[in-house]
Structures are given as structure tokens and as C-alpha cells.
């Protein structure tokens, strides 16, 4: 006489734990260059954002993203007070470039 029974059910004795990937918050907005570099900068003009790749030149012929560095060149550490805008290539305060979200 067979007393083998199957399990009317047949639950796994182990559960599958939930895997939280480290990476799942990852942005994948990497394939194209599209994304602006900060939607908080943008010109208080006309408000294009300044690009990753956007460069600006100081006076010492050094070009660089002054975004980057709040207004201060990189090569001679001169402050820039206010920046031009490429776009509408109106100059505003450095400081008026930088949006404050809702606090
Ligand atoms: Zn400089
Ligand atoms: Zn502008």
C-alpha cells in the first residue's frame, strides 16, 4: 500500500527572498546627452540651461563650465560676479542663474 501523498499544494518549504538590487535607483538617462546638466541653473533671461559641455572663457583664455566651479576660474581663481548667458548672451549675476525650489 503507497502512503506517498502529494502535497495538495505544493509550497516551496523556502520562500524567494526579494533581491533589492543596489543599482535600482539608477537614472538611465546616459545614452543621449539630451538631459540638461541642472534644471535648477538656467539663464534668468531667457532660461536655457547650461549644458555639461557648455564653456565659458575668462579673460586669462581659459575655458571651462563656470557652473562647475560657482563662477570661479579654474585657472586663475578669478571670481566671476556675473556670467553670459550663451544663449541670449545677456550677462546676469552669477548668483540669479540658481533657482531655489519650493523649501
Ligand atoms: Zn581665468
Ligand atoms: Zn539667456
Redesign the pocket.
Known amino acids: 500500500m503507497s502512503t506517498a501523498r502529494k502535497s495538495k499544494y505544493g509550497l516551496p518549504t523556502t520562500l524567494p527572498t526579494t533581491v533589492v538590487e543596489p543599482d535600482q535607483n539608477q537614472e538611465v538617462f546616459d545614452d543621449n546627452a539630451q538631459s540638461p546638466a541642472d534644471p535648477r541653473i538656467r539663464c534668468p533671461h531667457c532660461d536655457w540651461s547650461p549644458k555639461p559641455e557648455s564653456r565659458w572663457q575668462?579673460?586669462?583664455k581659459?575655458h571651462w563650465n563656470t557652473f562647475d566651479t560657482g563662477g570661479i576660474?579654474p585657472?586663475?581663481?578669478?571670481q566671476w560676479t556675473t556670467t553670459q548667458c550663451l544663449s541670449c548672451l545677456v550677462f546676469s549675476a552669477h548668483s540669479a542663474w540658481y533657482t531655489h525650489p519650493a523649501e
Request: net charge neutral; glycine share 0%; charged share 0%.
Open positions: 575668462c579673460v586669462c581659459h576660474c585657472s586663475c581663481m578669478f
